[in-house]
């Protein structure tokens, strides 16, 4: 996102003015990994990389009324908000924010900070689904009522672009808006499982869909924790190219042991689309590593990828290890 360094400042003196008319959190992440990698990965050399400083600052103003903004650096030179957003936030019950907010979509996208996330990268069917940290512009609305949890949210949407993973926006480009939003049902305090929904015209001409469709599940105990994401799009193009789709699942889990936390994943993603370049990917990724917690703000992740893709033999297996803190 090109947002001014003007901007970022003017949300910075708001978040740090705001405390006078109510009360204010604030809070921050930072993150850096070292990643090395086989003759055909993405780093053939070991390399420090993904340096990453958040700040957050949420509250209430008046009781009813809130707001949040985050603001994140990548690297040294380059910042840009992930939320910033005033709301009507009356009861658990029902709650409406406006402004920039992280599109609640499966339950990946609005807790993948490296101090919320088991995994070091993103996950496979994700990562080729919807831009990192997928923001839009708009209205939100949720709440959360007995077993029951919804999100609808109603913005600019999603632009076209080379894939899926790169279509992010902040200025409409047509006269659509992207519409979507999850269900959630928990059972207990363990078990937590919802259906998302995106749908949008993509193009500058306004006539093509994107739709986006997803399913979530959680399982969380004192000692294990497992997740997973199915998810799916179809992508309208023009005659006479055929509907592009990508479809995918991915596992992660956890076993909290004190301070050691072995983790493991599958994940998997088919995605083609013969109007952008020819796209056929057939992909899967085997992970292992561990989280070692040394203390409430601060940990440390390892882990090993061994990843495939149909027809090819590469050498792109790939480590990296994730320094980081949150406070």
Request: hydrophobic residues 40%; glycine residues 12%; negative net charge.
């Amino acid at each position: 996102m090109n947002t001014s360094r003007t901007a970022i400042a003017a949300a910075l003196l708001v978040a740090l003015a705001i405390p006078a008319l109510g009360q204010v959190k604030y809070g921050g992440y930072m993150a850096v990994e070292y990643i090395d990698g086989e003759a055909d990965s993405s780093y053939t050399v070991g390399k420090v990389d993904n340096l990453l400083a958040g700040f957050l600052a949420n509250g209430l103003l008046k009781e009813k009324y809130g707001f949040a903004i985050e603001v994140r650096a990548r690297g040294i030179s380059t910042f840009d908000l992930v939320q910033a957003w005033a709301g009507f936030l009356p009861s658990k019950g029902f709650t409406a924010r406006a402004g920039l907010f992280l599109v609640p979509f499966g339950t990946w996208n609005r807790a993948s900070r490296p101090h919320e996330s088991l995994l070091v990268r993103t996950p496979l069917n994700l990562e080729f689904l919807y831009p990192p940290y997928w923001r839009d512009l708009g209205l939100l609305i949720e709440g959360e009522t007995g077993v029951l949890s919804y999100a609808g949210f109603i913005g600019n949407g999603l632009a076209e672009a080379d894939t899926l993973g790169s279509g992010q926006q902040f200025t409409d480009n047509n006269s659509d808006k992207g519409k979507g939003g999850r269900l959630g049902l928990s059972f207990g305090r363990a078990i937590r499982a919802g259906v998302s929904y995106y749908v949008g015209k993509y193009d500058d001409t306004n006539m093509y869909d994107l739709t986006l469709e997803g399913a979530d599940l959680s399982w969380v105990t004192s000692r294990w924790e497992v997740h997973g994401e199915y998810t799916k799009a179809f992508v309208e193009n023009p005659q006479p190219y055929e509907r592009g789709t990508s479809e995918g699942y991915s596992i992660w889990m956890v076993m909290n042991y004190k301070s050691f936390q072995p983790i493991g994943s599958f994940q998997t993603v088919k995605y083609q689309d013969s109007y952008r370049g020819g796209i056929d990917l057939d992909q899967s990724r085997w992970t292992a590593g561990f989280r070692y917690v040394l203390s409430s703000t601060f940990f440390l992740k390892f882990e090993y990828d061994w990843n495939s893709e149909e027809g090819t033999a590469l050498n792109n297996d790939q480590f990296q290890v994730q320094l980081g803190l949150s406070f």
